[in-house]
Nanobody, 119 residues
Framework: QVQLVESGGGLVQAGGSLRLSCRAS????????IGWLRQAPGKERETVAA????????YVSDSVKGRFTISKDNAQNTVYLQMYSLKPEATAVYYC????????????WGQGTQVTVSS
């Protein structure tokens, strides 16, 4: 079982940067994919980025590619979402989530962290 705790959200002006952190607790994360998803009011939930814990595989949505990066620190059991050149449309609640490798759906969710980008 995985537990996830996000941090790092806040208010930032357009063009600014933020780094979100997701600290994972589990006996082992080797069989998991850790993702960042966001939910904006009135919009569908979107998978922004994801990383396979035990390998180099990463995914970044085309909508943020070139501005967002995902990385992990195995020693700290932490996944980061670095966001640059933020736009107002990035305003959303960002969730860290985990799923077993090969699974379609994320099964474990963090509490979410609000990111607000002002114009």
């Amino acid at each position: 079982q995985v537990q996830l705790v996000e941090s790092g959200g806040g208010l930032v002006q357009a063009g600014g940067s933020l780094r979100l952190s997701c600290r994972a607790s589990a006996r082992t994360l080797d069989y998991y994919v850790i993702g960042w998803l966001r939910q904006a009011p009135g919009k569908e939930r979107e998978t922004v980025a994801a990383v396979t814990w035990s390998g180099p595989s990463t995914y970044v949505s085309d909508s943020v590619k070139g501005r967002f990066t995902i990385s992990k620190d195995n020693a700290q059991n932490t996944v980061y979402l670095q966001m640059y050149s933020l736009k107002p449309e990035a305003t959303a609640v960002y969730y860290c989530a985990a799923k077993a490798r090969g699974s379609t759906d994320y099964s474990t969710w963090g509490q979410g962290t609000q990111v607000t980008v002002s114009s």
